[in-house]
């Protein structure tokens, strides 16, 4: 049986989908663009300020599903520049104490409100 996350401590899902949904002990937590949830303003700051919005709301959303950032399995990262992997490697990094999670990132055209950055994981519970 399937559970939805909803917290009002990530951004509201712009879009017909669950910020995260459980399902057997799994979280799956969908991609986070660097919107404040405060205001549902997107950042328009650079690769670092935008990295470190869009973890922190993974991260609010993973605690709303009663999990961590050490159970994080896999993330996903997707950049609208590859030449921004760096920067965001360094912020991406300081979210995890050790042993980090498998992770892929891939270079995109283009995200959904002009983000240069959007991060998804799935994580244990």
Do not use: W
């Not at 990262?77 to 030449?83: E, G, N, R, S």
Request: charged share 15%; with cysteine; glycine share 8%.
């Amino acid at each position: 049986m399937k559970r939805i996350i909803s917290t009002n401590k990530a951004p509201a899902a712009i879009g017909p989908y669950s910020q995260a949904t459980v399902h057997n002990g799994v979280i799956y937590v969908s991609g986070q663009l660097p919107i404040d949830p405060a205001t549902g303003e997107l950042s328009t700051g650079n690769i670092t300020e935008q990295t470190n919005i869009a973890m922190s709301n993974l991260k609010a959303i993973v605690g709303a599903a009663g999990s961590s950032m050490d159970k994080i399995l896999k993330c996903t990262i997707l950049l609208t520049d590859m030449a921004h992997f760096a920067e965001m490697n360094e912020v991406y990094g300081k979210f995890f104490s050790n042993e980090p999670p498998a992770r892929i990132c891939y270079q995109v055209s283009a995200l959904p409100k002009g983000a240069i950055v959007e991060i998804d994981c799935i994580a244990a519970e």
